[in-house]
Nanobody
Framework: QVQLVESGGGLVQAGGSLRLSCAAT????????MGWFRQAPGKEREFVAT????????YYADSVKGRFTISRDDAKSTVYLQMNSLKPEDTAVYYC????????????WGQGTQVTVSS
């Protein structure tokens, strides 16, 4: 099992920055990749960014490309999401997730952290 705990959410003005963290514990050797998703009120959860654990390859949703950066710290088993130039439409609960293989869906999820961007 893998446990994920997010932190770093909060309230920020449009144009500001926040950095989210997701610490993984448990059988972290099983992790193939980790990702960030978000869910705004009344909307479906959507993909934000992902990073593979071994090669560090990254992939972003078009809506955040150029503004958000995903990174990892292997020693701390932690993944980060640096969010710059935030917009009110970035307001959502942000979830960290992990998967064991490229063939599987994300099977491990954190509890979520609220990000609110005021205009």
């Amino acid at each position: 099992q893998v446990q994920l705990v997010e932190s770093g959410g909060g309230l920020v003005q449009a144009g500001g920055s926040l950095r989210l963290s997701c610490a993984a514990t448990g059988r972290t050797s099983n992790i193939y990749s980790m990702g960030w998703f978000r869910q705004a009120p009344g909307k479906e959860r959507e993909f934000v960014a992902t990073i593979t654990w071994s090669g560090g390859g990254t992939y972003y949703a078009d809506s955040v490309k150029g503004r958000f950066t995903i990174s990892r710290d292997d020693a701390k088993s932690t993944v980060y999401l640096q969010m710059n130039s935030l917009k009110p439409e970035d307001t959502a609960v942000y979830y960290c997730a992990a998967k064991r293989s490229s063939l599987y869906d994300y099977g491990y999820w954190g509890q979520g952290t609220q990000v609110t961007v005021s205009s």
